[in-house]
């Protein structure tokens, strides 16, 4: 029984002697290495970086040497040749050393001292595949579909576990490369995933696919990526300065005709909210002599560019907006007609009017003030921008209060009154200022006439 006892302790010993290593730090040369329990070291000092042993009957520690991560053994040898960029990294090959997997069955990346460039060793830190990439990731996934991501001649692409490249290097981050990666190993999204990258040559954008083939060719001087996971059916892209609406098969949904994306996306609802093209108007300007109109969705002109300016229809379905014609304003129907004449000097001003006619209110129950270009007198327009009463006046302004009782301050021969809607001065021009007029209009329309 003696003897069977001193026989497994001696077995014990055999097998977990390393036990007795453990990491140490020597602040003098500021370096790792590891000693026996009675603190004399084992394992030299001489290692940037290092991490415990671990393992079962054959034990083993990640460690750092030049710049690069390695794997030795409890003796100090270098199992792993130190060519390992983390030490996550030299741990997986640690195991694989461990358990005496097949060498080369999982291969890890690894940079070459000689010249800077990338490849893959196995757990011995032999190499597998060259290193011919400027700079390589430890692979993903489970063969038959591990993909690792690499890069060359400055853009990202995938090699699988057998070092063939099956996608083209064209992304500019490894993360898109891994996005795509992730969509080639799960085999699905063929025909729906898009990513925008540039083209290297001519700087411009495109799409690609999961295998980094062009899918929308790289026309476009920028884009919106394809929304959540890439997987929208529309995006926004810019050509020649202006914004427009294409699908992930590169079909031009609205022509390069709006000014900003917001604007190109705003056009994109009308058309997924399946709107006809009659219903809606946007303003914007003809690229080529600067000259206002309307577009539909699909950027199609539907009023066309001859304005100085535009705004918005209400809500973009409304019956009427304004447009600025030979420096005046002017009011115009969805359909393009002319609802009034060119001689409002404001956007509000033409507004209010169009709006008069829009809720069908009286002709001539509200007037504007207008200078005639031509006398440069002042008179009053209706809505439609007729006159009412005659351009006679030095000046003008709006009319307050209501129908009957509806005065407006004017001003003749150098003082100001205040006229009704006749054109007849109803308060006597006799004030400096048209405020003062405006209060004694005030009085007269309260019944305390003069």
Same mark, same amino acid.
């Given at each position: 029984?003696k003897?069977t006892?001193?026989?497994?302790?001696a077995?014990?010993?055999?097998?977990f002697?390393?036990?007795?290593q453990?990491?140490a730090?020597?602040?003098?040369?500021?370096?790792?290495?590891?000693?026996?329990?009675?603190?004399t070291?084992?394992?030299?000092?001489?290692?940037?970086?290092?991490?415990?042993f671990?393992?079962?009957?054959?034990?083993?520690?990640?460690?750092?040497?030049?710049?690069h991560?390695g794997?030795i053994d409890?003796? $100090?040898n /270098? &199992?792993c040749? %130190?060519?390992?960029? *983390?030490? =996550?990294? !030299?741990? +997986? #090959? @640690?195991?694989?050393w461990?358990?005496q997997?097949?060498p080369?069955?999982?291969v890890?990346?690894?940079?070459n001292?000689?010249?800077?460039?990338?490849?893959?060793?196995d757990?011995?830190?032999?190499?597998?595949?060259?290193p011919?990439y400027?700079a390589?990731n430890?692979h993903?996934?489970?063969?038959?579909?591990?993909y690792?991501t690499?890069k060359?001649?400055g853009?990202w692409?995938?090699?699988?576990?057998? $070092?063939i /490249? &099956?996608?083209? %290097?064209i992304?500019? *981050?490894? =993360?898109? !490369?891994? +996005? #795509? @990666?992730?969509q080639?190993a799960?085999?699905?999204n063929?025909?729906?995933?898009?990513q925008?990258?540039?083209?290297?040559?001519?700087?411009?954008?495109?799409f690609?696919?999961?295998?980094g083939?062009?899918?929308?060719?790289?026309?476009?001087?920028d884009?919106?990526?394809?929304?959540?996971?890439n997987?929208?059916?529309y995006?926004q892209?810019k050509?020649?300065?202006?914004?427009?609406?294409?699908s992930?098969? $590169?079909e031009?949904?609205?022509?390069?005709?709006?000014f *900003?994306? =917001?604007?190109a996306?705003? #056009?994109l609802q009308?058309?997924?909210h399946g709107?006809?093209?009659?219903?809606?108007?946007?303003p914007?300007?003809?690229?080529?002599?600067?000259?206002?109109?309307?577009v539909?969705?699909?950027?199609e002109?539907?009023?066309?560019?001859?304005?100085?300016?535009?705004t918005?229809?209400a809500?973009?379905?409304?019956?009427?907006?304004?447009?600025?014609?030979d420096?005046?304003?002017?009011?115009v129907?969805d359909?393009?007609e002319d609802?009034?004449?060119?001689?409002?000097?404001?956007?509000? =001003?033409?507004w209010?009017?169009?709006?008069?006619?829009?809720t069908?209110?009286?002709?001539?129950?509200?007037?504007y003030?207008?200078?005639d270009?031509?006398?440069q007198?002042?008179?009053y327009?209706?809505y439609?921008?007729?006159?009412?009463i005659?351009?006679t006046?030095?000046d003008a302004?709006?009319?307050t209060?209501?129908w009957?009782d509806r005065?407006?301050p004017?001003?003749?021969?150098g003082?100001w009154?205040?006229?009704?809607?006749?054109g007849?001065f109803?308060?006597?021009?006799?004030?400096k200022?048209?405020?003062?007029?405006?209060m004694?209009?005030r009085r007269?329309?309260e019944?305390?006439?003069f």
């Amino acid at each position: 029984m003696k003897r069977t006892c001193i026989l497994l302790i001696a077995t014990l010993m055999a097998c977990f002697g390393g036990h007795a290593q453990k990491l140490a730090y020597e602040s003098s040369l500021q370096s790792f290495g590891y000693k026996n329990d009675n603190g004399t070291w084992k394992i030299a000092p001489i290692y940037q970086r290092a991490g415990e042993f671990e393992g079962g009957a054959r034990k083993w520690a990640p460690v750092k040497l030049d710049g690069h991560w390695g794997v030795i053994d409890v003796d $100090g040898n /270098l &199992v792993c040749r %130190n060519l390992l960029p *983390t030490k =996550e990294v !030299a741990r +997986e #090959a @640690g195991q694989q050393w461990e358990v005496q997997s097949e060498p080369g069955k999982w291969v890890y990346p690894a940079r070459n001292q000689a010249d800077g460039r990338w490849g893959f060793v196995d757990y011995y830190g032999r190499w597998k595949y060259q290193p011919v990439y400027e700079a390589a990731n430890p692979h993903q996934g489970k063969e038959p579909k591990s993909y690792a991501t690499v890069k060359k001649e400055g853009r990202w692409g995938c090699i699988d576990g057998r $070092g063939i /490249l &099956v996608i083209n %290097n064209i992304f500019q *981050t490894a =993360e898109q !490369a891994e +996005e #795509a @990666g992730a969509q080639w190993a799960l085999g699905r999204n063929y025909y729906r995933w898009r990513q925008a990258v540039t083209n290297p040559q001519t700087g411009l954008w495109g799409f690609v696919d999961y295998l980094g083939r062009w899918a929308v060719k790289p026309v476009y001087t920028d884009q919106v990526a394809f929304g959540e996971d890439n997987l929208y059916e529309y995006t926004q892209v810019k050509q020649e300065g202006r914004w427009g609406n294409i699908s992930r098969n $590169g079909e031009v949904i609205s022509t390069f005709i709006f000014f *900003t994306q =917001e604007d190109a996306a705003y #056009a994109l609802q009308q058309y997924e909210h399946g709107r006809t093209l009659e219903d809606w108007r946007f303003p914007v300007s003809n690229p080529s002599d600067g000259k206002w109109g309307w577009v539909d969705w699909s950027g199609e002109w539907q009023i066309q560019p001859i304005y100085e300016d535009a705004t918005h229809f209400a809500n973009d379905t409304g019956l009427f907006a304004t447009a600025k014609y030979d420096g005046y304003w002017m009011v115009v129907s969805d359909t393009g007609e002319d609802l009034s004449r060119n001689v409002f000097n404001l956007s509000s =001003e033409a507004w209010q009017a169009g709006n008069q006619w829009d809720t069908h209110q009286e002709l001539g129950h509200w007037l504007y003030p207008i200078m005639d270009p031509g006398t440069q007198a002042w008179g009053y327009v209706d809505y439609k921008g007729e006159w009412v009463i005659k351009p006679t006046l030095e000046d003008a302004k709006l009319f307050t209060f209501v129908w009957n009782d509806r005065v407006a301050p004017a001003k003749m021969d150098g003082k100001w009154g205040c006229i009704d809607h006749t054109g007849q001065f109803v308060v006597k021009n006799q004030y400096k200022t048209s405020a003062e007029a405006a209060m004694a209009g005030r009085r007269w329309a309260e019944g305390k006439k003069f």
